[in-house]
C-alpha cells in the first residue's frame, strides 16, 4: 500500500462541473502539496498547505490532519485544467508522491 | 526569474550506455531535489543536497546512479551503464529552504533501448 493514495486515478468531466480530488495519506507530514503537470508539461505547484483551507482563482485545497485527508476542488471546471492532479506529503527532507489523478474536462 | 531548468528534455540510449542529466535550480535555492518517475508508477525521491552536500540519498536505486552538485550551483546525475529499467522521467526540483515550496523542472525524459 502506498503511504500516499488518490483517488480517483481517472476522472471526466463536462465543462462547468464541480471536481474533486481526494488524498489520503498514512505518514506524518510537515505539509501537503497539490501540483499540476500538463501533458508534456513540466511540474506547477498549486499549494502548500499544513493546515485548514487555501483557495485560489477557482482551486480550493483543504486538509484535514487528524484525518490524514486532503481535497483539491475546481469549481467552473474548464478544458484548460486537463492535466495530472498529483498530492504529495513532505516527509522528513523530501517528497511522497501519489501516483496522479488525471483529468479530463470536455466542452 | 528563471525556473528550474533541465537538460536534455529527452535522450535516448542504448544499453550499457552513459548520460548525463543536468539540473540548474533557481538562483539562491540551497535545496536541490532529484526524482524519478519510472513508467505507471508514482515519482519517487532519489536524493536531496543541501548546497553541495548530499544531505539524503536513500533514493538512490543502486551505484549505477551519481550525483553530484560542485560549487553549490548546478547538479548533475550520472547513470553508468544504463539499464532498460533506468528508463523514465527525471525531475528536479529546487527550494530556498527545507519544506518551503519545491519548484520542479520540465523533467528529462530518458528511454533505455
Known amino acids: 500500500k502506498n503511504e500516499v493514495e488518490q483517488s480517483p486515478q481517472n476522472l471526466t468531466a463536462q465543462e462547468g462541473e464541480f471536481i474533486t480530488i481526494n488524498c489520503s495519506y498514512s505518514v506524518g507530514i510537515s505539509a501537503l502539496h497539490w501540483l499540476q503537470q500538463h501533458p508534456g508539461g513540466g511540474i506547477v505547484s498549486l499549494f502548500m498547505l499544513s493546515s485548514g483551507k487555501k483557495k485560489h482563482g477557482r482551486l480550493i485545497a483543504t486538509i484535514n490532519i487528524q484525518e490524514k485527508h486532503s481535497s483539491l476542488h475546481i469549481t467552473a471546471s474548464h478544458p484548460r485544467d486537463s492535466a495530472v492532479y498529483i498530492c504529495?506529503?513532505?516527509?522528513?527532507?523530501?517528497?511522497?508522491f501519489g501516483t496522479g489523478t488525471r483529468l479530463q474536462v470536455f466542452p | 526569474e528563471a525556473g528550474v531548468t533541465q537538460f536534455p528534455s529527452h535522450s535516448v540510449i542504448e544499453k550499457g550506455q552513459t548520460v548525463t542529466l543536468r539540473c540548474d535550480p533557481i538562483?539562491?535555492?540551497?535545496?536541490l531535489y532529484w526524482y524519478r518517475r519510472v513508467m505507471g508508477k508514482e515519482i519517487k525521491f532519489l536524493l536531496h543536497f543541501v548546497k553541495e552536500s548530499k544531505q539524503d540519498e536513500s533514493g538512490m536505486p543502486n551505484n549505477r546512479f551519481l550525483a553530484e552538485r560542485t560549487g553549490g550551483t548546478y547538479s548533475t546525475l550520472k547513470v553508468q551503464p544504463a539499464e532498460l529499467e533506468d528508463s523514465g522521467v527525471y525531475f528536479c526540483?529546487?527550494?530556498?529552504?527545507?519544506?518551503?515550496?519545491?519548484?520542479f523542472g520540465q523533467g528529462t525524459r530518458l528511454t533505455v533501448v
Open positions: 526540483a529546487s527550494s530556498q529552504s527545507l519544506n518551503t515550496e519545491a519548484f
Open positions: 504529495a506529503v513532505g516527509n522528513t527532507d523530501k517528497l511522497i
Open positions: 538562483s539562491g535555492h540551497d535545496n
